[in-house]
């Protein structure tokens, strides 16, 4: 079992930025494709962004497309996501992922969730 742990959430303003960093202990981690999801109050966890092994691909969910980039440094065993532009329909509780099946989007075919970092977007 891998274990994640998200951290950089916190409150911030319309317009605003958030670096969120996801550490993951041990010396698998450079073999997964690794995933942001977030799941904000009363909704379902849904798929912000992922980038596969060595970090050349990567995919956004279309409603952060151009405002958040994710990124990874295998040799610190850390994936990223800079978020620009934040609104307030950002906000959520974000967590990073490992893949553990086939898609590059869904949450299912992720695992080893982490415990999750609270983005909060409001004036």
């Known amino acids: 079992q891998v274990h994640l742990v998200e951290s950089g959430g916190g409150r911030v303003q319309p317009g605003g930025s958030l670096r969120l960093s996801c550490a993951v202990p041990g010396r698998t981690f450079s073999l997964s494709p690794m995933g942001w999801f977030r799941q904000a109050s009363g909704k379902e966890r849904e798929f912000v962004a992922s980038?596969?092994?060595?970090?050349?691909?990567?995919y956004y969910a279309d409603s952060v497309k151009g405002r958040f980039t994710i990124s990874r440094d295998n040799a610190k065993n850390t994936v990223y996501l800079q978020m620009n532009s934040l609104q307030p329909e950002d906000t959520a509780v974000y967590y990073c992922?490992?893949?553990?099946?086939?898609?590059?989007?869904?949450?299912?075919?992720?695992?080893?969730w982490g415990q999750g970092t609270q983005v909060t977007v409001s004036s």
């Open positions: 992922a490992a893949q553990t099946g086939a898609t590059m989007t869904e949450p299912a075919d992720f695992g080893s």
């Open positions: 980038t596969t092994r060595s970090g050349w691909q990567v």
